[in-house]
């Protein structure tokens, strides 16, 4: 029967009873098939083929949906035991169907079943047409007359065969966020995961570079990047075999995570996200901007706001006084709000550090004796926008919160407790805690009517980690904690539709796509260095559309002069975290003065297309640009970064994504000396072929190009 199989493969004859699910976006496929056992495998994950039936002639990459003890011998997506102690799943195609969605793409459901449990799971693939997009996720039906309790529960299990593969990584530590590594994978598990639980990609971000037969490249090889929309635990699995196979099994973390399902449950996987190019990680990227904006954040097509937010200009030490200064300054600068940070709050245990205060969000009267609503008068009277942080997750020892709900936080009581930043974190599986977030939220908003914009912060991973409502659940608690957090964002984002808001956790502890369906961006890092944000800002950029990657002005790096300080939060969400006193009175004409040129050019950084051109690893400088979508107008950041001595000029910058036979005016925008100077006219061909001279050898220095046809 084997052999019959192969012939029948070889001439593009699927084996009599096989079924094929085609899934396919513009330019890429993944093939599944279900063999006469009715096992269902994928045969294929690439570039589409032109001729559909030339998928018949594939064979089998391994099972879809591999549980423990089906007879595979390496790592299972599923692992699903009963109260009988039966650890075996064997998991058969029962039916699937496609629908059509309400944007005109497709969703592929298939249903699987066990014939002698009665478990069944659901996967579904959502497409992406244009964007070149899919996104899947499973659903586990306790079929059984008894709990069934969920070991590992994956969100997708991808096969790939090729010569090689070379994962890039991101990871790193606060300030220090999305250091890039890539290594080459080899026999074996390589694993990236998080058991933070809340911040919960302080060390490690959930997403990856997959790149076969070669390294990585921006604009050739085949690259698949990958995203768990997941706001805690996670966990990518790479393993290698024998044969140099691999497989991708995404999903959440099962670390300490056992679930029960009772009779008739279901339990949904988040999502896996991916895209696959092989025109290598700068179109992988960019299909996840255009899926990002279009499908998936809050409000991604909409404005983003400028804004100066208090935190480095005063850190807790301000008063009404110091900030209705600032809502001046933020008027003067032409910006379009102001952000009021921590040590808003607090009265019997004033927020004058981070030792006390968190759960108490009554306006301090000591700093604030006239409330919020003088200073949302005060930004009215401007005319720009009040924005408030706030951390309602977590709450200080040192708070009233804590004498009135001891067991509201995650805490064991039996031993000694530890903090992060003096903090706990409130157990957000419990319903009542959820109902007391949403109305502190929504009682701000009722109170206090202006305020247009939270940054929505979380410092603290879980510490102690056990909860009083779970009780004999315990192993619920990182995922129940998870769906309790969305359940309140579901809940505001109903009330409020359009109220955009940034995810923070101490800097970017929180950063993947199911967060982003309820906020607008997020606060990429503490670090505001503009040298180490080149990297950072840069990392970020495989996954993140530029309108989302929050990116201030600050005062770190004195070595650094404001404009290469603003070139680069430019190429992000701009904003100023600055005390505009400091500055000299250049700077500060400067900086009004790059407030307008960035309102001129980010429509372009927001909605255009990113080419990464120059990395900052490994170079001595580093740029990249935006094209609109019709291709007319783009801008370029170029820096020098730490250029050796040398009596050579840089090479010119070869530009990327110009139409080659369209001719493009060029100038520098962005002057100190606020006069903008011409460069020339050239065909987009010259750019992309010769180059525009953007570097030079001095250290530190940058330029913004502006290109119109
Ligand atoms: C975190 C954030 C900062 C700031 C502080 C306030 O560290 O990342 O931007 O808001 O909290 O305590």
Redesign the pocket.
């Given at each position: 029967m084997k052999y019959l199989t192969t012939i029948l493969l070889t001439v593009g004859i699927l084996p009599l009873s096989a079924q094929q699910i085609v899934i396919n976006t513009e330019h890429t496929a993944l093939v599944l098939r279900v063999d006469k056992d009715k096992r269902l495998h994928q045969t294929y994950l690439g570039k589409r083929l032109i001729h559909e039936k030339e998928y018949d002639m594939l064979s089998n990459m391994g099972e879809v949906c591999i549980a423990n003890g089906n007879g595979d011998y390496f790592e299972p997506a599923f692992h699903i035991s009963n109260n009988k102690g039966n650890e075996t799943l064997v998991l058969k195609y029962v039916s699937h169907q496609v629908k059509k969605t309400e944007d005109n793409n497709t969703e592929t459901v298939i249903v699987l079943s066990d014939e002698v449990r009665q478990n069944s799971v659901r996967l579904f693939y959502k497409t992406y047409s244009k964007e070149d997009v899919i996104s899947t996720y499973a659903e586990i039906i306790n079929g059984e007359q008894q709990p069934v309790y969920l070991y590992k529960y994956a969100s997708a299990l991808l096969h790939l065969n090729a010569e090689a593969y070379y994962l890039t990584q991101f990871n790193g530590d606060w300030a220090a966020e999305v250091g890039m590594t890539e290594s080459r994978l080899g026999f074996g598990k390589k694993i990236i995961d998080s058991n933070l639980g809340t911040r919960t990609n302080m060390f490690a971000s959930p997403f990856f570079v997959l790149s076969l037969e070669k390294n990585a490249e921006e604009n050739t090889g085949k690259a698949l990047i990958g995203t768990l929309g997941w706001t805690g635990n996670f966990r990518f699995t790479f393993e290698v075999d024998h044969e140099n196979k691999l497989r991708v099994i995404s999903g959440i973390n099962p670390y300490n995570s056992k679930y029960e399902l009772k009779v008739g449950e279901t339990f949904k996987t988040p999502e896996f996200i991916f895209t696959y190019s092989e025109r290598g990680t700068g179109e992988a990227s960019r299909n996840i901007h255009s899926w990002a904006r279009r499908h998936r954040i809050k409000d991604g097509q909409g404005e983003r706001l400028t804004l100066l937010?208090n935190?480095e200009a005063t850190y807790f030490d301000f008063n009404e006084k110091k900030i209705i200064a600032l809502i001046d300054e933020a008027k003067t600068l032409g910006l379009d709000m102001f952000l009021l940070?921590?040590?808003w709050f607090g009265n019997k245990y004033p927020r004058n550090n981070?030792n006390a205060g968190l759960g108490d969000w009554q306006p301090n009267k000591k700093k604030l004796p006239n409330g919020l609503n003088a200073l949302t008068a005060a930004t009215a009277k401007k005319g720009i926008k009040f924005g408030l942080?706030i951390?309602p997750e977590m709450v200080n020892p040192k708070s009233e919160l804590i004498e009135q709900h001891p067991d509201w936080a995650i805490a064991w009581n039996d031993r000694t407790q530890s903090y992060f930043r003096n903090q706990l974190v409130l157990d957000m599986s419990n319903p009542e805690v959820q109902a007391y977030v949403f109305n502190i939220i929504d009682g701000l908003l009722t109170t206090c009517p202006n305020i247009s914009y939270f940054?929505w912060?979380c410092?603290s991973p879980m510490t102690n980690v056990y909860s009083a409502y779970e009780q004999s659940c315990q192993s619920h608690l990182f995922i129940d904690y998870v769906k309790g957090f969305y359940a309140v964002l579901d809940k505001l984002k109903t009330k409020y539709p359009h109220l955009p808001m940034m995810l923070?956790?101490?800097?970017g502890g929180r950063t993947d796509y199911e967060a982003l369906r309820y906020f607008t961006e997020f606060?990429a890092s503490?670090n505001t260095d503009p040298i180490d944000r080149l990297y950072i800002q840069w990392g970020y950029s495989y996954l993140f559309p530029a309108k989302t990657i929050c990116s201030h002005v600050t005062a770190w790096n004195k070595k650094v002069d404001i404009k290469f300080k603003i070139d680069v939060a430019m190429m992000g969400k701009m904003g100023f975290d600055l005390n505009f006193s400091t500055l000299s009175k250049p700077d500060a004409e400067f900086c009004k003065y790059a407030v307008q040129t960035y309102n001129g050019i980010k429509d372009i950084i927001f909605e255009g297309n990113l080419y990464r051109l120059v990395s900052p690893y490994n170079n001595t400088h580093t740029a990249s640009m935006f094209i609109d979508n019709a291709s007319k107008r783009a801008v370029v950041f170029a820096f020098d970064i730490f250029p050796r001595y040398s009596k050579t000029a840089p090479q010119p910058l070869r530009l990327q994504g110009l139409q080659a036979a369209k001719m493009y005016r060029v100038k520098e925008i962005n002057r100190y000396d606020g006069k903008e100077q011409k460069i020339g006219t050239f065909s987009g061909d010259y750019l992309m072929s010769i180059g525009l001279q953007a570097f030079t050898g001095k250290r530190l220095e940058s330029h913004v190009f502006y290109l119109e046809e």
């Open positions: 937010n935190w940070d921590d040590g981070d942080w951390e940054k912060d410092n923070c956790a101490g800097g606060w503490d």
